[in-house]
């Protein structure tokens, strides 16, 4: 049986950590608060971001602001930042061991379809990519059905099985699917949330970078030729 990867994007795959902590710290010098480091990005991030903007001091109202107009303050300073964002380490080269041996790759994302297209194309694994389940657009953000949801229908209609299914991820949420679920979680460290936050979720795995992935999966029986 061949295995399923399914991928979160930001943080996980894309290597966009910097990028939103330039797009918070330019949100909230907009609006007068103090901009923060890397390990207060990590240990306050959180979905949907405008709960991370509360983790970080800002109002009911500033946060309302953030997201009117389709969060258009969010968007207009993250994607050219992430537009300049690499894949993390090891990450191309699992994509293509796992297209290699007929394994498939998935993105579920609480990003926007077409913009995390673009990145795809932009960095050359469009074709390494079997399918992305995201939001349709910055109005339904948030607002319409949820990763674990989406990836629940998603496996109904191809007939995954769980036990051959793992998800791969930098937040807990990532963990919370695959316990929903009955997957195999892979927490990875480096993204948008701390190390300590992560092993709190109790994943099946930790790693550091997508050259450990592969292991795992050959000592759980998968991609063992790789």
Known sequence: MKPV??????GTLLDDACALLKTTNAILHRFGHTPIDMKTLREHCDVP???????????????????RDG???LHDTYE?????AELRQGARRVLELARREAASS??????IVDPLRSQLRRLEINDLIDDV??????????KSMSKGERLRLYMQRNDLKPESTFIIGDMPVETDIAR???LISISITGGFVSESRLRAAYPDYMINNHH???????????????
């Open 133 to 142: 389940l995201a939001f349709e657009s910055r109005a339904t953000q948030y």
């Open 5 to 10: 990867l399914v991928f979160d994007w930001n």
């Open 212 to 226: 450990e992935l592969l292991p795992i999966l050959q000592r759980t029986g998968f991609l063992r030729n790789a």
């Open 180 to 182: 929903d679920l009955g």
């Open 106 to 111: 998935i993105i579920v994302s609480n990003h």
């Open 80 to 84: 050219p930042l992430a537009g300049k």
């Open 49 to 67: 971001l405008s709960r991370f903007f509360l983790n970080l001091g800002m109002s009911q109202d500033e946060v309302a602001m953030v997201d």
């Open 71 to 73: 969060s258009a303050i």
